[in-house]
C-alpha cells in the first residue's frame, strides 16, 4: 500500500483529520528546512508538503512567491533539495509530499523525476500547472512506483471535470477553497462546505482542503467534512518572520503556531 493510502487507512479508522502542513524548501535554508520538517512532525502533523522553488510559480500569493525568491537567491538547487529532503524523510515518520512545477519535471525528465521521488523516499507529488488532460503519462509513471499524484479541484472546476480528476487522482484530492491565489483569508467561502460535502458523495478518495486557512476556525470547521486540512502561508509567513532569529527560537515560534491549529483539529 502507498504511505498516504495507509495514512489515511489509519486516520479514518481512528475517526481523525489529517493536519497537513507547507514549507518551502531552502527557506531561508536548507538545513532548517530539515530541521523544521521534524519540529512539524513532533507536534504533530501527519503529513508535510514541500514547495520546491520555482522562478514562476503557479497559483501561489506573495508569501510563497517571496519564500521562492529567498531560496533561489541563496542558491537552492533541486538535488541538493532532494537529499535533504531524503534526510527528512529517512528521520521522520510522517509522509512528505512535494509541491512541484510540471516544468521542473518536464527539465529533469519524469522518470528520473519519478526515480528521484523513490530514491529520497517522498510519498507524493502535487503538480498545479498540470492539467488533467496532460497527466496521463505521469499518473502512470509515478503508479507503477506508489508514488501518489495528487491533483486539485478548484472553485471554477465544474462537476464534470472534478468526477475526472477524482478519477485521476491519486493519495488524496486537494480541494482549492477559494478563487485565486494562496494566501491567509479571514472568512473561508459560504458554499465550501456544501462542495466537500457533494465531493465526497462522489470518489472514496481522501479530500483535503487548503488555499486560505490560517485560523483555529477553519480548522474546526472544516474538520467536520475534509480527512484532511492544508496550511500554507500562515507557516510560510511564520518561518519568514523568525528567519533573523536564531533557528532554536525560529522553530519553536513556528511550532507553538501549528500545535494552535492542531488542538483545535482535536477538539
Not at 488533467?132 to 472553485?155: G, M
Not at 475526472?164 to 493519495?171: H, K, N
Not at 478563487?179 to 481522501?206: F, H, K, S
Not at 470547521?221 to 525560529?250: E, F, H, M, T
Amino acid at each position: 500500500m502507498a504511505p498516504i493510502d495507509a495514512l489515511f487507512a489509519k486516520l479514518r479508522s481512528a475517526q481523525r483529520t489529517a493536519f497537513i502542513p507547507f514549507v518551502t524548501a531552502g527557506d531561508p535554508d536548507l538545513p532548517f528546512t530539515r530541521r523544521v520538517v521534524g519540529e512539524l512532525a513532533r507536534r504533530g502533523a501527519h503529513l508535510c508538503e514541500i514547495g520546491i522553488p520555482y522562478s514562476d510559480p503557479i497559483a501561489d500569493g506573495p508569501v510563497i512567491q517571496e519564500s521562492y525568491t529567498r531560496a533561489l537567491a541563496s542558491g537552492f538547487r533541486l538535488s541538493d533539495g532532494m537529499e535533504t529532503l531524503r534526510d527528512a524523510a529517512n528521520s521522520n515518520d510522517v509522509p512528505l509530499v512535494t509541491m512541484v512545477s510540471y516544468a521542473i519535471i518536464h527539465r529533469h525528465g519524469i522518470d528520473d523525476f519519478v526515480d528521484d521521488m523513490q530514491t529520497a523516499g517522498l510519498a507524493g507529488m502535487i503538480v498545479p500547472d498540470l492539467p488533467v488532460d496532460e497527466a496521463e503519462r505521469l499518473a502512470d509513471r509515478c503508479r507503477r512506483s506508489d508514488v501518489s499524484l495528487i491533483q486539485l479541484v478548484t472553485p471554477t472546476t465544474t462537476r464534470h471535470r472534478a468526477l475526472r480528476i477524482a478519477e485521476t487522482s491519486t493519495g488524496f484530492l486537494y480541494v482549492v477553497s477559494v478563487t485565486g491565489i494562496t494566501g491567509e483569508r479571514r472568512d473561508l467561502p459560504g458554499n465550501l462546505v456544501d462542495n466537500i460535502a457533494w465531493l465526497r458523495n462522489q470518489t472514496d478518495l481522501p479530500i483535503c482542503v487548503g488555499f486560505g486557512i490560517s485560523t483555529p476556525e477553519h480548522v474546526r470547521k472544516l474538520s467536520r467534512v475534509a480527512d484532511g486540512i492544508i496550511v500554507g502561508s500562515a507557516v510560510v509567513r511564520r518561518i519568514a518572520d523568525a528567519s533573523q532569529r536564531p533557528a532554536d527560537v525560529a522553530l519553536r515560534e513556528v511550532g507553538d503556531y501549528v500545535a494552535t491549529l492542531i488542538a483545535a483539529l482535536d477538539s
